[in-house]
């Protein structure tokens, strides 16, 4: 059974860089897609960028000049850069698998495994 | 972006209700809408797929149906259990987007 676990400093100060890591446990992490989801405190879910196994990504544009989705297969993770934070990047953060269903050509795809998410505050 | 609306954002039940929330497209999305529920403190979990496929391991109460712009999750008899927050979900284009949630009281 497929578990993500995501990891980082609970903590940025303004401006800085968010860094953080989902660990994929269970299965590998080639031949899917992996999306990072966020939702601040008390407010709904935001989804900011996905990574496919082709190598391409593909960014929110709210946070595209921002943000930087990338996989290490060599330790079945993948990682979420996100670069000059504000308090408005407080928030839960989480990873996600994405799959392709079967019953439609082209396949719809949707998220099944999530992880647990990580809290990440910024503040000085 | 596609904007995805769901009614109500709130409603108080009793269990064994049946309950139905509505999920509104702002353009069609043919049957690229998914619905989770999230309890507080924990991660969205899928409840339906593709608008109306079950997800493996979910209760046969819970069920969705439509296509286009109009979206349904429905569950039958409810349970104390089913209290939570309910999100929609489009996979169609990017980028993708979420309903703003339904809190469900129970």
């Known amino acids: 059974q497929v578990q993500l676990q995501e990891s980082g400093p609970g903590l940025v100060k303004p401006s800085e860089t968010l860094s953080l890591s989902c660990t994929v446990s269970?299965?590998?992490?080639?031949?899917?897609?992996w999306s990072w989801i966020r939702q601040p405190p008390g407010k709904g879910l935001e989804w900011i960028g996905i990574?496919?196994?082709?190598?391409?990504?593909n960014y929110n544009p709210s946070l595209k000049s921002r943000v930087t989705i990338s996989v290490d297969t060599s330790k079945n993770q993948f990682s979420l850069k996100l670069s000059s934070v504000t308090a408005a990047d407080t928030a839960v953060y989480y990873c996600?698998?994405?799959?392709?269903?079967?019953?439609?050509?082209?396949?719809?795809?949707?998220?099944?495994?999530w992880g647990k998410g990580t809290t990440v505050t910024v503040s000085s | 972006e596609i904007v995805l609306t769901q009614s109500p954002d709130f409603q108080s039940v009793t269990p064994k209700e049946k309950v139905t929330i509505t999920c509104r497209a702002s353009?069609?999305?043919?049957?690229?809408l998914h619905w989770y529920q999230q309890k507080p403190n924990q991660s969205p979990k899928l409840l339906i797929k593709?608008?109306?496929q079950s997800f493996s391991g979910v209760p046969s109460r819970f069920s969705g149906s439509g296509s286009g712009t109009e979206f349904t999750l429905t569950i039958n008899s409810l349970e104390a259990e089913d209290a939570a927050m309910y999100y929609c979900?489009?996979?169609?284009?990017?980028?993708?987007?979420f309903g703003q949630g339904t809190k469900l009281e129970i």
């Open positions: 996600a698998r994405e799959v392709p269903g079967t019953s439609t050509v082209p396949p719809i795809y949707y998220m099944d495994v």
């Open positions: 269970g299965g590998s992490i080639v031949g899917y897609y």
């Open positions: 990574f496919y196994y082709s190598g391409r990504t």
């Open positions: 353009q069609s999305i043919g049957s690229s």
């Open positions: 593709s608008a109306s």
């Open positions: 979900h489009q996979s169609s284009s990017l980028p993708y987007t």
